[in-house]
């Protein structure tokens, strides 16, 4: 120490304050970053401080508005055929209108009377009796508007028609409806093996396996790998059954758009309910006075108890893509509640990102691709592919509850919410993840049975032995008290490196102890194939190959739907 300090202790005292307070403050800085978020709301200024925005900012570039384009259109038609079957003789043979709504070319409506009142049952007749699908209307009527899904492209179909009358009695008609051929973007649907006896086929074999496009046609295939509908309107990622029986989906305003910017609510005939449209004008990376068009809506759709909308968004920052959630009102379209994630997780998850990179130079660090919410509990769970995370979070707070997802980049303050292999079991952690659904409870909703597709690729974590080597449909049984997890079933490993999936996929319970596994993403992006696999004997009951497809149209999802969609009252 120099000779004038020793002579100025109060000096030397107040340096060493000044020391300890900075050295401090810089530990409290340090562990603000990191500690668990505990207060979504005064996490934001630190989230807009590094790019996120404003929950104000993201309302306003991101309100949808209601369009009645699709839906003027709709009741135009219906009224149209309503006033042609008005005149109708009861007895004749009615009217047949192939693709009444004009974008689903395999459906058909039957307009006829009857002289007594009758109950319809129509059948499509397949190529098979596991292919001939065969639907009831409920209802004794006179005069009827029957709709007619499932038929065949590029070929005369036979339609029996069977009206009963309450007595019992029955009378049969058959139609011949004639199909045009299918467009070329749907590609080639080749049959490895089929076993329909032991397929989740559902009431008269109306459910088919759906191919959910990513940015394409959707179309459905029955047991036979054929093709029993598709949408001539272009479909992006979202394609869900509502609880009215209706369908939600993800298109385009128009067709010359080069977005998907209309959320639809829409049906297997092609009408249209309701539309909501999104602008998705937001700033550049490069240039944030210039704005570039962009899909708002990205991966995934759910329905709320309530019948609002969760959708996953870009919610417009000129930094961050794809780690946003917004719930809209179902009737006025409005914005009801925001969850970005970056006010979730801790702030090296995005700030320090660099596991992969976008053209247009936008940090993607979470990439949510799917979600599903359990209203008994107020839980939402989030798969986020490049964090290979899956996270539990209170959907009333937003705050976190706990993390699927390997050991790996995780500050210590965030270790408390890791879930753990359960006691004397091995576990491979998740990578790159998609299609995350909870199957079941227990313990009062304490242990969840989870299903979800496990690409198996270490983006930011994951199992770095295995990864990039196979992909797999998996389920899991989680325990959220004691945070440990262990595996009950998988299948995919068998198949090697031929259907590893470095992005997309899906698994679902399908029913009859069978799951079917979407490997959308097999060979680069240049094949998709759909196998539905007994979980008992891992046998494969039936296993279709898609390819010829335009660049980046492979699919999505695969998923077994019902063309007759149960309504609930």
């Known amino acids: 120490m120099k000779s004038g300090s020793r002579h100025r202790p109060w000096l030397v005292g107040g340096l060493i304050i000044i020391g300890l307070a900075l050295a401090g403050g810089g530990v409290y800085w340090q562990q603000s970053r990191t500690a668990p978020v505990k207060d979504v709301a005064r996490h934001a200024k630190q989230v807009e401080h590094t790019g996120g925005l404003a929950t104000a900012t993201i309302k306003q570039r991101l309100q949808p508005t209601l369009s009645t384009t699709g839906v003027t259109q709709t009741r135009r038609l219906s009224a149209t055929y309503a ?28 307009l006829v009377k009857t002289k007594a009142a009758t109950q319809v049952t129509t059948e499509v007749v397949g190529d098979s009796p596991a292919t001939t699908i065969t639907h009831t209307i409920k209802g004794y009527r006179t005069s009827h508007q029957i709709g007619v899904l499932g038929l065949y492209a590029n070929r005369t179909n036979q339609i029996k028609v069977t009206y009963t009358t309450k007595a019992g009695a029955k009378t049969v008609q058959t139609y011949a409806v004639k199909i045009s051929k299918l467009p070329r973007d749907i590609g080639t649907n080749t049959l490895k093996t089929s076993t329909p006896s032991k397929m989740a086929l559902g009431t008269g074999n109306a ?19 054929q093709v029993r509908w598709y949408a001539t309107n272009k479909i992006s990622h979202v394609f869900k059954p509502l609880k009215n029986g209706r369908l939600l989906v993800l298109t385009k305003k128009k067709t010359s758009d080069s977005k998907y910017n209309a959320l639809r609510i829409t049906d297997y005939y092609g009408r249209i309910y309701k539309q909501y449209n999104f602008s998705g004008m937001f700033p550049t990376k490069a240039d944030p006075n210039k704005l570039a068009v962009n899909t708002v809506i990205h991966h995934d759709a759910i329905e709320l108890p309530n019948g609002d909308f969760l959708l996953t968004v870009d919610d417009g920052s000129a930094k961050y893509v794809e780690d946003t959630m917004i719930q809209i009102d179902r009737q006025r379209g409005k914005i009801k509640k925001i969850i970005d994630l970056k006010r979730v997780l801790f702030k090296s998850a995005y700030t320090k990102y660099k596991a992969t990179h976008r053209s247009d130079g936008k940090k993607d660090w979470f990439h949510q691709n799917s979600m599903v919410y359990d209203q ?30 390997a050991d790996q980049k995780i500050p210590a303050a965030y270790k408390k919410y890791l879930i753990k292999p359960a006691k004397g079991t091995k576990f491979q952690y998740n990578g790159g993840q998609h299609a995350i659904n909870i199957l079941g409870e227990s313990d009062g909703g304490n242990v969840l049975h989870l299903e979800y597709y496990d690409n198996n690729v270490a983006v930011t974590r994951g199992d770095l032995k295995t990864s990039k080597k196979y992909s797999f449909g998996t389920e899991v049984s989680l325990n959220q008290q004691e945070k440990t997890v262990q595996s009950l079933w998988s299948y995919g490993q068998s198949r090697g490196q031929a259907n590893f999936t470095n992005i997309v996929g899906s698994s679902y319970n399908v029913g009859q102890g069978n799951t079917l596994i979407g490997f959308g993403y097999a060979d680069s992006g240049k094949r998709s194939e759909f196998v539905e696999v007994n979980r008992q004997t891992n046998q494969v009951i039936f296993d279709v190959n898609r390819t010829n497809f335009a660049a980046g149209d492979w699919s999505y999802r695969a998923e077994r739907l019902s063309l007759y969609l149960k309504v609930e009252s």
């Not at 459910?207 to 790998?225: E, I, M, N, R």
């Not at 509990?377 to 798969?383: A, M, Q």
Request: net charge positive; hydrophobic share 40%.
């Open 83 to 110: 006033k042609q079957l008005k005149p109708l003789k009861a007895g004749s043979a009615g009217k047949v209108i192939t693709n009444p709504y004009r974008t689903s070319p395999l459906s058909a409506l039957i």
């Open 207 to 225: 459910k088919l396996t759906f191919a959910v496009s990513s940015q394409g046609l959707t179309y459905g295939l029955d047991a036979q790998g």
């Open 376 to 405: 008994k509990h107020n839980l939402l769970i989030v798969s986020g592919r490049n964090q290979s995370m899956i996270l539990g979070l209170n959907y009333q707070t937003g705050k976190l509850k706990w993390i699927l997802g």
